[in-house]
């Protein structure tokens, strides 16, 4: 909302395909898809499994992280059991690459049924040991999906996490390109480059949040108050009881559709035609929104 808001009031966006998936996300049932399994799972030494039973993350291992990851499932195991000179899992590689890996398995046909895959800690670990160490997993999953992950695997697959792009913004007053409106946090576009690595959200907030509201202080002081434009408010009154006119497209529909176009065509793994796809829809999908009826 962020984003729109600036974008509408003549703000520069930058960097907006740059979005972070975390890899773990609950996939069923519809009404909590996207609610995130903490990566503490697969720390304990769940591992990910496609619907052939392979643990495919084998398969995935950039050469950049090769030294450093373990390459068999008995490599895997000496690291769970806290063995000296151990290498991680590849379960616990960069979100970047699980996520797209997880992606690659469903596109690919190997997704489990939901269109994710399959994240194992009950052949790994005793049911005592899962319900101390992931209590609010266990909870979590008992009473969304009525599944007890002490005894099966749950379905898990990415969900969107982290805009790195945003708002463009100077860097020593957060100030974007329209006067007197500034931004920062994951409204603001520039500080994590790419992929944002864990942690620096909350310092970054921390940090440009505070320049950010120091100098939209100093703006405000400095300037004189705007009064709003009435034909500015006529219009906007209008727009916002447009939807209660008569029409007959449901507007839960027109956003289904349009999250399911999003990530069919312009999510982790993206190709130049299938975003051509994309767009071809989401014109298809505008044409629409006159007739949206709330």
């Known amino acids: 909302d962020g984003h729109a808001l600036a974008y509408l009031a003549g703000a520069d966006l ?41 643990r495919f993350m084998f398969n995935y291992i950039p050469d950049v992280f090769a030294a450093e990851t ?24 960069t979100r970047d690459v699980v996520a797209r890996a997880i992606m690659t398995e469903v596109k690919e046909g190997r997704g489990s049924p939901h269109g994710g ?18 209590p ?12 007890d992950i002490t005894k099966e695997p749950m379905e898990v697959g990415p969900t969107t996490h982290y805009m790195m792009g945003g708002i463009k913004v ?11 409106l500034y931004a920062a946090g994951e409204a603001a576009a520039g500080m994590h480059g790419a992929n944002r690595l864990g942690g620096n959200s909350l310092s970054d907030l921390l940090v440009f949040g505070k320049i950010a509201g120091q100098c939209a202080a100093n703006f405000a002081q400095e300037n004189s ?11 906007s009154i209008e727009n916002t009881l447009e939807p209660f006119d008569d029409g007959n497209e449901n507007p839960y529909q027109i956003h289904q ?11 982790i793994v993206r190709t130049g035609e299938e975003l051509e796809k994309g767009i071809r829809k989401l014109e298809e999908l505008e044409k629409r929104l006159p007739k949206m009826h709330a």
């Open 70 to 93: 373990a390459k068999s499932e008995e490599e895997a195991n000496s690291w769970l059991k806290g063995e000296e000179g151990a290498m991680r899992p590849p379960e616990l590689l």
């Open 14 to 54: 930058i960097d907006m395909e740059f979005v972070q998936f975390h890899p773990t996300g609950m996939v069923w049932p519809p009404s909590v898809k996207g609610t995130l399994v903490t990566e503490g799972v697969r720390g304990d030494g769940g591992i990910l499994v496609n619907s052939e039973g392979e």
């Open 225 to 235: 108050k705007v009064s709003p434009h009435g034909e500015e408010i006529k219009k």
């Open 170 to 180: 100077e860097a020593n007053t957060a100030a974007s390109t329209v006067p007197g």
């Open 117 to 134: 895959a399959f994240l194992d800690i009950a052949s790994r670990q005793s049911p005592d040991y899962i319900r101390r160490k992931l």
């Open 136 to 147: 609010s997993m266990y909870h979590q999953f008992k009473e969304l999906a009525t599944l």
């Open 257 to 267: 559709e349009l999250q399911e176009i999003m990530e069919s065509h312009a999510g």
